[in-house]
């Protein structure tokens, strides 16, 4: 007979239920010190996001980014170096232009998608036509010669361009149900006009090349905040953009009451062919344990609609300051201090997956690792993704911070190992304790991540120095614990729903090189 143990989900709000003392600490108080009156935070923002700028895998910016944090590193007395993982397709963003030339003249709000082809310095003209609502695909086959030398809409008109909160604060309770639901029920039959098609959002666009159209059109609105997601294109011949919800709304109403309107495009790109990828590696060697790690992470790369200020800038802030505090006030650890800053998170963890394939001797001898990647907001979420001892460690390394710092910090565990969409899951999968630092929203999954609005603006400056300190100190305290972190883990818990035994991830293969499917 199977033996089914039950774990005990512990959750503890710091520092209220946190049973550690807590007792005064000179490079805690250093720590705290430096930040307060010497960050580097705003400069390194401003270098980074407005200098530099989108840092999107296999350009020219992300390859400059990795320079500019070896040389930065370097500055500071800590020794950094770019470690190459593999290849990927090489791209660079020029200018675009979107104009409505008919019914009357008006520039449009947009811009061609991430690896969207060049026009070749010419301004392509044409009308526009809507994927239309067919029967099957069959018909959709007998439909799509219509194509041919005209802009494609492929995304849905969407009834209101109003935010959410606008709605709630100021409509009829009617009013705003009606608008849920005729929302709900245009996206439904939105989603299902495309699946008729037997295209995918990612298939249909090499359809419609293929086809001949003269560019396809998209506009991937974030819901309630006028914010549009950037992704990539697919296309590899024929442009691709991304319009705004306004003027997107606009051509498509024109289209529909039967006055098409016509649209000149020009897109400037460059194809850089196969390129080298890189992580970047900085290091503070270890005194009595230098074979021993611990880890600070974040994810460097970005899409590149906005600057990636959010998605990772604020993650690679913490990380870069806390190890530059870490340096000044407590630059000979007992364990190796390391940060990674992981290419292509993007596109699957790849960076922090080579990592992981490349260094076994430095996965075997974790002590932990902390990544930060979801927005501005400061630390409200340490789970122990499943390490059913993470509470003892965490719990002694936490006891080091200032209550002012662990403020409505939550601790879960043994947390679940498979909830982790960062660079940390790559560690996790193999069996090495990597945690997420999970911050509070300011609507980041809504407003900044992969939208063309996450730019230098929307950091909150004293949130992210508020994380470098709790960064910053969590890794003083793993690097001075005398006890090596456990790796025991916890006995997942069944699914009521299924009946089945949950699963710990699994570690997947780096992809390292990277193609038009890689997007």
Known sequence: MNKIVKVLFIALIVPGSQSFAQTKDPVVEAIVKEAGENSQLETLAHELFDKIGPRLIGTPQMQQANDWAVAKYTSWGISAKNEKWGEWRGWERGVSHIDMVYPRVKSLEGMQLAWCPSTGGKTVTAEIIIIPDVADSIAFQKWLPNVKGKFVFISMKQPTGRPDYNWEEFGTKESVDKMKADRTTQTDAWTNRIKKTGYTNQTLPVALEKAGAAGVVTSNWSRG???????????????????????????????????????????????????PTFNTIAEIKGTEKPDEYVMLSAHFDSWDGGTGATDN?????????????????????????????????????????????????????????????????????????????????????????????????????????????SDFASFVAVGAPGFSLSSNSWLYGSYTWHTNRDTYDKVVFDDVRNNAILTAILVYAACEDPSKTSREKSVLPINTRTGEQGKWPEQKKATRRGGLDQK
């Open 313 to 421: 800038g604020t993650g690679t802030l913490t990380m870069m300051e806390a190890m530059r505090i870490l340096k000044k006030v407590y630059p000979n650890p007992k364990r190796t201090i390391l940060v990674g800053h992981w290419s292509s998170e993007e596109q699957g963890l790849n960076g922090s997956r080579a990592f992981v394939e490349d260094h076994p001797e430095i996965i075997q001898n974790l002590q932990a690792l902390f990544n930060q990647d979801n927005g501005t907001g400061r630390v409200v979420t340490i789970s122990g993704q499943g390490f059913l001892h993470a509470y003892d460690y965490i719990g002694r390394w936490l006891s080091k911070v200032p209550d002012k710092f662990k403020d409505k910090l939550e601790t879960r565990f043994p947390g679940n190992p498979g909830g982790g969409g």
């Open 225 to 275: 905040f006028g914010v549009n997601k950037i992704f990539g294109a697919y296309t590899t011949k024929v442009p691709t953009v991304d319009i705004s919800l306004e003027d997107y709304g606009l051509l498509y109403r024109l289209a529909e009451s039967g006055t098409i309107p016509k649209i000149s495009v020009l897109t400037d790109s460059k194809d850089k062919g196969v390129v």
